[in-house]
């Protein structure tokens, strides 16, 4: 951890004092020293609301996610905060939307910003408790070194820097035509801060889901007597789709079907090694998604069904998730919570279980340890925003409050029925607009039948909150109050 991030969390624990350490939860009891809890969060690539087997997976088996779900919670109505990869990680790191800090779209190898030093992650918040930090995976919040995870309180990091697709684009385009210009060098490997690798052929990525699970399962060993978090971001099964001989052709869906059966391998030796290191009953187990599926991709992509539409449209398709939590003996088995929660809820319901200060700055992350112990009567997020990078600026598209959810007129892309692509190929999509229009997401959860008419009151409501998202966060050229800027390499 470098000196400024020490000051920073000096400087919190200072101002805050011991603030977040009175808790009143039973979960939150086990904060007290000697009981800290070890936090894992797995994060997927462009999976679909439907790719794990108690979702509704067809073609493919998942018996270890299925097995996390049995043995702990299934949350049905949880959001990744955008539908495109950097601004859906940025949230989840820091317990904000991502256009609160700055961070657009998915960054590139081009791209000269990243997360700002201002910023405090999920990582810098557990470290005031003394937690050891680790990443395995695609990072995505900038390449450059200021920007990378252990300049942001991660201990130890192995992965790529940016999704696995920004590479050579003939193979993404045209999987069999080599030998023309790449847009992009070969993908960066990085361990701690230096570059020890490259990928540089689709048979290279064959190996990511494989390295990370290793990596993880070595951390978890070496930091068994320590409170850790470890976060495990895979670069799959975002195209182009690489999976081990020891998965490749055996789920009856094809390529996708076998990269998600050995994802859930890899959730498998986590939670061995979780159990053979004795911390099982000690640790929290997350697992989501960064957004729903590539849906031009066709049969390299997944489902979302029955939601509508997938990634990068705010239609629930795009942004809500499976999301599955498991806590031996702290969650209740085999439970299910149908109520509204995001990725951004992490953050702070980390700090709560480790009694570690929040952030000074504001954050829009709330406490959901009440829908972890079951409380029936708990509703801890009242509402949420959904905004997307639009070429003109973030674009407030979409509130929810509740069962209702209020779509502001918008573009967006969609395949129109069409089939997607086949092999690795992707077909274009069309461009099409909605209006005004209001959904009760209880009974019509794929928004197929705007209730706006019928509903007028619930509109002008949804309305007024929109507009106080507006004016803290921003729409289109319409600057927020409340927006930070994110770090640029300028300014180092």
């Known amino acids: 951890m470098t000196e400024s991030i020490d000051r920073r969390c000096f400087l919190r624990d200072v101002v805050l004092g011991s603030a977040a350490l009175s808790m009143p939860s039973v979960l939150s009891s086990c904060a007290r020293a000697g009981h800290l809890p070890n936090f894992v969060v797995i994060f997927t690539d462009d999976q679909g609301y439907a790719d794990v087997g108690c979702f509704g997976a067809r073609g493919f088996e998942t018996p270890n996610l299925d097995r996390m779900a049995a043995e702990g919670m299934r949350f049905t109505d949880f959001y990744a905060t955008q539908a495109v990869c950097s601004a859906s990680r940025a949230a989840l790191l820091t317990g904000c939307y991502a256009n609160r800090i700055g961070i657009r779209g998915a960054l590139g190898p081009r791209s000269q910003v990243g997360i700002s030093d201002g910023e405090l992650t999920i990582a810098e918040v557990l470290k005031q408790r003394g937690y050891v930090c680790g990443i395995f995976g695609k990072w995505h919040l900038g390449h450059h070194r200021m920007f990378l995870p252990l300049q942001h309180g991660f201990d130890e990091y192995f992965g790529l820097p940016y999704s696995n697709d920004m590479w050579p684009r003939d193979y993404l385009c ?108 000690n640790t929290l187990v997350v697992f989501t998604s960064d957004n729903g599926p590539w849906l031009n991709f066709g049969n390299h ?34 439970s299910e919570c149908d109520k509204l929660a995001t990725t951004m809820d992490l953050l702070p319901t980390f700090a709560a279980l480790a009694g570690a200060p929040l952030p ?43 069962k209702w959810k209020l779509h502001f007129p918008h573009n967006y892309r969609t395949l129109g ?21 209001l959904y009760d997401l209880e009974k019509d ?48």
Request: proline share 7%; charged share 25%.
């Open 301 to 334: 992509a997944g489902s979302a069904l029955p939601l509508r539409e997938g990634k990068g449209t705010t239609w629930d398709g795009g942004q809500r998730e499976p999301c599955i939590m498991r806590w031996p003996r702290r969650i209740r088995a085999g």
């Open 417 to 437: 029925g069409r089939p997607g692509g086949q092999g690795g190929l992707s077909v274009p999509y069309e461009q099409a607009s909605t209006g005004l229009e």
């Open 174 to 281: 045209n999987p069999v035509s080599e030998g023309r210009k790449a847009e992009y060098p070969p993908l960066p490997l990085i361990d701690g801060n230096e570059k020890v690798g490259e990928i540089e052929t689709l048979e290279d990525q064959n190996t990511l889901t494989t390295l990370y699970t290793q990596r993880a399962v070595a951390f978890i060993e070496k930091h068994r007597t320590d409170p850790f978090f470890l976060y495990v971001p895979h670069s799959m099964p975002h195209v182009p789709l690489g999976v081990s001989e020891k998965f490749r052709g055996t789920s009856e869906q094809g390529m996708y079907g076998d990269v998600m059966m050995e994802i859930d391998w890899s959730v498998g030796q986590i939670l061995q090694a979780l159990e053979d290191n004795g911390v099982d009953r």
């Open 445 to 492: 959860i794929g928004e197929t039948t705007n209730v706006a008419d019928r509903y007028p009151q619930v509109v002008a409501h949804l309305q007024a909150l929109a507009e106080q998202a507006r004016e803290d966060l921003g729409d289109m050229e319409r600057e927020g109050t409340g927006v930070r800027p994110a770090g640029h390499t300028r300014h180092s």
């Open 360 to 402: 000074g700055h504001r954050i829009d992350g709330v406490n959901i340890l009440p829908l972890l112990e079951g409380d029936p009567g708990a509703n801890p997020r009242d509402h949420f925003f959904f905004y997307y990078t639009h070429p003109a600026g973030f674009q407030l598209q979409a509130v929810r409050q509740g």
